[in-house]
C-alpha cells in the first residue's frame, strides 16, 4: 500500500501546539476506563477551544467486555448516557465503530466511526481535523486504509498504551 508521504517541515509545523479552535473527532473507548469520560466531557464543555464534531466508539477487549465488538457497544452506550446527561444530540455526531481486531492492511473496518473521518476529511479545505485517539487505533487505521489521503488533511493525537 502507497501511503502520502508528509514533508519533515509539514510534520514539525504539525507537532507544534495549536492555536485557535481546533476542529476535532474523539475517537474513545469511553466504557473501558473512566479518564475516557472525563475527556469527553472536557472537550464538549471547552467551545472555546474545541470544535468537536463527532465522537467514535472504539473496541476494546477486557474482563469488562465479551469481545472487541461488545466492548465497543459498551463504549458506544456510555456515550450515549454522557450524552444525555449533557443533553447533547447525538444523532449524527456519534458513531459505532469496529467489531474487532484488524488483520492484516487489505481488510479495513468500513464501520461509521471509519467512514465519517473519511468523508469529514476529505471534504473541507478547512484546517486540519484533529483525530484524539484514547483507545485502540482500529477505527482510524481502517479510515487511513479506506483512504490514505487523509493523512495528509489530519493531524492524529494518540493516548495509548
Not at 9 to 35: A, C, H, W
Not at 120 to 138: D, K, S
Amino acid at each position: 500500500m502507497d501511503f502520502p508521504q508528509i514533508p519533515e517541515s509539514v510534520r514539525f509545523e504539525r507537532l507544534q501546539p495549536p492555536t485557535g479552535k481546533v476542529r476535532m473527532v474523539l475517537d474513545t473507548d469511553t466504557y473501558n476506563e473512566i479518564d475516557d469520560q472525563y475527556a469527553v466531557v472536557y472537550a464538549l464543555l471547552s467551545p472555546e477551544r474545541l470544535e468537536v464534531e463527532a465522537l467514535y466508539a472504539a473496541p476494546f477487549f477486557n474482563h469488562k467486555s465479551e469481545s472487541p465488538a461488545d466492548g465497543m457497544e459498551k463504549s458506544h452506550e456510555e456515550i450515549l448516557r454522557l450524552l444525555s446527561r449533557l443533553d447533547v444530540d447525538p444523532d449524527g455526531f456519534v458513531f459505532r465503530g469496529s467489531t474487532g481486531k484488524l488483520a492484516d492492511y487489505d481488510h479495513p473496518y468500513r464501520s461509521a466511526a471509519a467512514l465519517d473521518p473519511v468523508e469529514r476529511a476529505m471534504n473541507t479545505q478547512a484546517e486540519p481535523l484533529y483525530v484524539v485517539a484514547i483507545g485502540a487505533l482500529t477505527n482510524i487505521a481502517s479510515a487511513i486504509l479506506i483512504e490514505p489521503q487523509i493523512i495528509d488533511r489530519i493531524v492524529v493525537v494518540w493516548l495509548g498504551g
